[in-house]
């Protein structure tokens, strides 16, 4: 089994950052591609950003501009860094893995975390 654990979020202002982590851990692994995903209160939860294993990315258009995805392939984690933090972004952030076996479509994912809780006030 394949687990994903979420750290790095917290209560912040209107402009200020955060740096979400996700490690994968359990039977050997070997990430496809990684990905995060949010859920806001009263609202189906969104694809934000996800990375392959060979460094290739795709961005929400909302967090476009703001946001980067990386990871570190040794170490299985992949990272979240979130700039210009608005109140629309606050949310419960998914991280997300799949391994290069998984049969989904390009957004689907394989296993998830617990999530992240990420608040900004205005």
């Known amino acids: 089994q394949v687990q994903l654990v979420e750290s790095g979020g917290g209560l912040v202002q209107a402009g200020d950052s955060l740096r979400l982590s996700c490690a994968a851990s359990?039977?050997?692994?070997?990430?496809?591609?990684m990905g995060w995903f949010r859920q806001a209160p009263g609202k189906e939860r969104e694809f934000v950003a996800k990375?392959?294993?060979?460094?290739?990315?795709n961005y929400a258009d909302s967090v476009a501009d703001r946001f980067t995805i990386s990871k570190n392939n040794g170490k299985n984690t992949v990272y979240l860094q979130m700039n210009s933090l608005r109140p629309e972004d606050t949310a419960v952030y998914y991280c997300?893995?799949?391994?290069?076996?998984?049969?989904?479509?390009?957004?689907?994912?394989?296993?998830w975390g617990q999530g992240t809780q990420v608040t900004v006030s205005s």
């Open positions: 990375i392959t294993w060979f460094g290739s990315t």
């Open positions: 997300a893995a799949r391994s290069a076996n998984f049969r989904g479509g390009p957004y689907e994912y394989e296993y």
């Open positions: 359990g039977r050997t692994f070997s990430a496809d591609s």
